[in-house]
């Protein structure tokens, strides 16, 4: 609870400094890609939160591999983000970023899960039925690739569910046997 508050704090403070310098969508759009960069390569992460490396270390790295890809805010950001030692909480401050946008710009962004990749037009489908199912005006969906799904779709928009999944639904079978011999 106490880094969910931590990650709520960082990511208000940058969306506050990014609606003062007129760069929400900026920030918006860096951040997005700059998580897709972190979560296709997962080393990224290991090298960036290890106590091993000084944070000027870390700035270093930072800044060879990033700096031509997001804004001078956010880059700024990253600065203070190493010095508090708290790039851990990179994924959760995106996702309340990604909130408080969806607050200003009246879109909800949520999580798409498949066990294989899917392209673009076939994401933007599943958006416009979620919208649809869900009565929300505008979804935008980022996938996350889950083998354990075996196969289907399951999307998650502001705490809301929808399960598609062969194994959402072996799980509801199991959980109506288990009721069952009880």
């Keep these: 609870m106490k880094d969910l508050n931590k990650a709520k704090g960082f990511a208000l403070a940058l969306f506050e400094v990014a609606a003062e310098r007129h760069e929400i969508e900026e920030v ?3 951040l997005n890609e700059l ?19 000084e944070a000027i270390e870390k700035r270093k790295i930072f800044k060879s591999v990033f700096k031509d890809k997001v804004s001078d805010l956010l880059y700024d950001f ?6 508090r030692d708290s790039f851990d909480l990179f994924g959760s401050v995106c996702e309340e970023f990604n909130i408080y946008f969806s607050m200003y710009s ?6 798409v899960y498949t066990s294989e990749s899917l392209d673009k037009k076939t994401i933007e489908k599943i958006e416009k039925k ?3 199912k869900m009565k929300m ?17 399951k999307i998650i928009v502001n705490g809301r569910v929808l399960d ?19």
């Design 35 to 53: 998580s897709k960069i972190v979560s296709d390569n997962p080393e990224i992460i290991k090298i960036l939160v290890t106590p091993k490396i």
């Design 28 to 30: 918006y759009t860096d």
């Design 137 to 153: 005006d505008k979804i935008k969906l980022k996938q996350i690739i889950d083998k354990s799904l075996l196969s289907g779709i």
């Design 106 to 111: 009246s879109s909800y962004h949520g999580i």
């Design 130 to 132: 979620a919208s649809q």
């Design 78 to 83: 990253f600065h203070v983000f190493f010095e």
């Design 164 to 182: 598609y999944s062969i194994k959402g639904k072996m799980d509801n079978l199991k959980t109506s046997l288990l009721r069952r011999n009880t």
